[in-house]
């Protein structure tokens, strides 16, 4: 395929957005939406997005799988499998300009709270279920559910590398679904495959790069760091 300037803009924001998400887990596809639904279009985005969102949650799974939290991970998948597919299915019912927006409220006012108000709220344990549940049904509907998942995430993982580990192997899980029913509907093509090719480029060094912020950030950092992307995907989908 030819490289234009878009193509080449691209291949920079995953660069970017994947250099946050081998460091956090998350956040990788939430950042590089809004820009590359710009620059390449909305199929074409969310179908290269997820794909290289998969290889690098993969990468991040199988080589730090010591600090995966089992518990958490089978109890955060299962509730969001079921939520993701109730997201497919309202995918066409659904307003989902609408709701979506109300949901990038919901995320900025929880990111602001949490950088600037230092009181902990508890939430009971259907609560707790419910967020996930709701994180579920936004990626089905958005490929956009970890701002949700990461509310929870914050109280149930403590550690960043138990975070991290553990947030990416959901991630494998829920992409490679997301990455079948793209395949069922025909956008793994002519036009994102070799897009799919190139991206693996700066990925390798957005996955060295920001595995190694990750071994040098605090435990401290790491949480403002995660309240600060959790601010910017909140805004980013009001944009979007």
């Not at 299962?78 to 709701?99: E, H, N, T």
């Not at 995430?153 to 490679?176: G, H, N, Q, Y």
């Amino acid at each position: 395929m030819l490289m234009g300037l878009p193509e080449l803009l691209f291949l920079l924001v995953i660069f970017v957005a994947n250099t946050f998400e081998a460091m956090t887990g998350f956040a990788g596809t939430l950042l590089a939406m809004p820009a590359s639904i710009m620059l390449i279009g909305v199929d074409e985005a969310k179908t290269v997005l997820n794909v290289i969102a998969l290889i690098c949650c993969s990468w991040i799974a199988v080589r730090y799988r010591a600090h995966i939290n089992k518990k958490e991970f089978m109890k955060i998948a299962g509730f969001m499998l079921f939520g993701m597919v109730v997201g497919i299915l309202l995918y066409d019912f659904v307003a989902i300009s609408y709701l979506l927006k109300v949901y990038a409220v919901i995320i900025i006012l929880i990111a602001l709270k949490n950088i600037f108000i230092k009181k902990i709220i508890t939430f009971p344990s259907i609560g707790m279920i419910v967020i996930i549940l709701v994180a579920g049904i936004i990626h089905g509907m958005f490929l956009s559910g970890g701002s949700f998942l990461v509310i929870y995430a914050i109280f149930a993982l403590k550690d960043k590398a138990e975070f991290r580990a553990t947030l990416a192997s959901v991630w494998v899980v829920l992409d490679s679904i997301m990455l079948f029913n793209q395949i069922r509907l025909g956008h793994l093509n002519n036009e994102t495959i070799p897009l799919i090719l190139l991206s693996i480029i700066p990925l390798v060094f957005a996955i060295a790069i920001g595995n190694r912020l990750h071994e040098r950030i605090n435990q401290k950092s790491f949480l403002k760091l995660t309240y600060i992307l959790l601010l910017i995907s909140g805004i980013s989908l009001i944009i979007k």
